[in-house]
Nanobody, 128 residues
Framework: QVLLSDRGGGLLQPGGSLRLVCAAPRPISSVFWGLNLGWYRHASVEECEFVAAITSAGTINYADSVKCRFTISRDSAENAVYLQMNSLKDEDTAVYYC???????????????????WGRGNQVTVSS
């Protein structure tokens, strides 16, 4: 099983910023350029929630709850995807997971079942 390498979680106050990083390991790094990538989060009592996605062509989707605050980006030279989170709120507290998909069709990119590879998750806690 291939696990993505994600990092960058932490504890911070409301209004703060944090950047999550997710790198593709060697078995899939050579095809990273063609993967569609996403970020999900899971709060303790909620279902896993879609946060953002970016296709291999650079098309971006955001959940309404994070629009204008979060930015997803990718760097094929680094085989990495990033989630820049600004103006963080208490309700952003969750474990954040990165995900990657080999699928060519992107119509279901917001669904967790779309993805083939996942990271271990990083805890992000926003609290005053």
């Amino acid at each position: 099983q291939v696990l993505l390498s994600d990092r960058g979680g932490g504890l911070l106050q409301p209004g703060g910023s944090l950047r999550l990083v997710c790198a593709a390991p060697r078995p899939i790094s050579s095809v990273f350029w063609g993967l569609n990538l996403g970020w999900y989060r899971h709060a303790s009592v909620e279902e896993c929630e879609f946060v953002a996605a970016i296709t291999s062509a650079g098309t971006i989707n955001y959940a309404d709850s994070v629009k204008c605050r979060f930015t997803i980006s990718r760097d094929s030279a680094e085989n990495a995807v990033y989630l820049q989170m600004n103006s963080l709120k208490d309700e952003d507290t969750a474990v954040y997971y990165c995900a990657a998909s080999r699928r060519l069709i992107t119509s279901t990119i917001r669904f967790s079942s779309y993805y083939d590879y996942w990271g271990r998750g990083n805890q992000v806690t926003v609290s005053s």
